[in-house]
């Protein structure tokens, strides 16, 4: 873990830093990869802070040295939406880092995170639906992509990379 980051799990009570790092990210890194109006419709809606992410335990923060919260993300058992999951598999959920903390490893801390409470928890591989330009990250981080998806999000659909990574391969 780098020395200057502290990775913690989240509680409600950081739903106002979440979605802070969700808006500044997703609106900064998201542009060029998505249409401006798709941009404007979509991102009110995905940068509030889930409070059932925040009530999990699978959710986390990253903080920096001063304790200012600049990166969050998790993991669920059950896929995003609530939609039925395999049975063995988890889904990297809501990853975010905020564009004053990027290339410092919060992502990749939090990520990591992830992959080893699942394992420990006996699950076998993890799935993430993700963005467009967060793909070579988990390309890196062990992701394989398995097709191109259009997510639902309010009245639109979202273009993402659906992926996956055998938690056997550590």
Known sequence: ??????????????????????????????????????????????????PALLESGTYHVAQGEDGRIVACGGWTQSAPGGAESPPGTGHVRHVATHPDALRRGAARLLVETALAEARARGLERMECLSTLPAEAFYARMGFRALAHVTVPIGPLGFASVRMTRDLAAG
């Open 1 to 50: 873990m780098s020395p200057t980051l502290r990775i913690r799990p989240a509680t409600p009570a950081d739903a106002e830093a979440v979605s802070a790092v969700l808006a500044a990210s997703y609106g900064r890194l998201f542009a060029g990869w998505y249409a401006p109006d798709t941009l404007a419709a979509a991102l009110p809606l995905m940068t509030r802070a889930n």
